[in-house]
């Protein structure tokens, strides 16, 4: 722990980041009952985030040519969240074609591949994608996870949600 905090501090002093620890859950397949893991809540991962003011951050570090990523992050995190933390993956893509995104459209002008796309969210830590049993058979679910739960993400979100419906979120 003297190390990360030693890290923490230098990350902070020296390049204008600061490290958040974030929880990550994995699964543990126990031997002979591949169908039912155990979840370890050790398991530690980190982020880095930016201690320069907002205004500054987007006038000298944003990449404005990724900021179709980032619109196409808010809308899905922002869906999931307001569904309470996880939705069905047919609901989420239902909700992405009323904004004219549709799962199999490969050559989407500023996205390239949706599918592919929403991909990305899930290895950058933003949802897990996970096979649930239901009572119609197996279905996909997203959730909500390390990174879009992180409280300066979730302010983020909450904060432009309750500008748009125009009431706040808890």
């Known amino acids: 722990m003297l190390v990360i905090n030693e890290a923490k501090d230098r990350l902070d002093a020296t390049t204008g980041y600061e490290m958040r620890e974030l929880q990550r859950t994995r699964a543990l397949w126990p031997p002979g009952r591949p169908s039912q893991p155990q979840f370890n809540m050790e398991a530690k991962s980190y982020v880095l985030v930016s201690m320069l003011d907002p205004e500054v951050y987007g006038k000298f570090v944003e990449d404005k040519g990724a900021a179709h990523l980032s619109g196409f ?81 979730s302010g983020k979100i909450k904060d432009h949600i309750s500008q748009v419906v125009g009431t706040s979120l808890q």
């Open 73 to 153: 992050s808010f809308a899905v995190i922002s869906t999931i969240h307001l569904a309470g933390g996880k939705m069905p993956e047919e609901d989420l893509w239902h909700q992405l074609k009323r904004l004219g995104l549709n799962e199999n459209d490969e050559t989407h002008p500023v996205l390239g591949n949706n599918e592919q796309t929403l991909k990305h969210l899930v290895q950058q830590r933003y949802l897990l994608k996970e096979k649930v049993a239901g009572p119609e058979g197996h279905f996909m679910m997203y959730e909500l996870v390390e990174r879009a739960l992180d409280e300066s993400m």
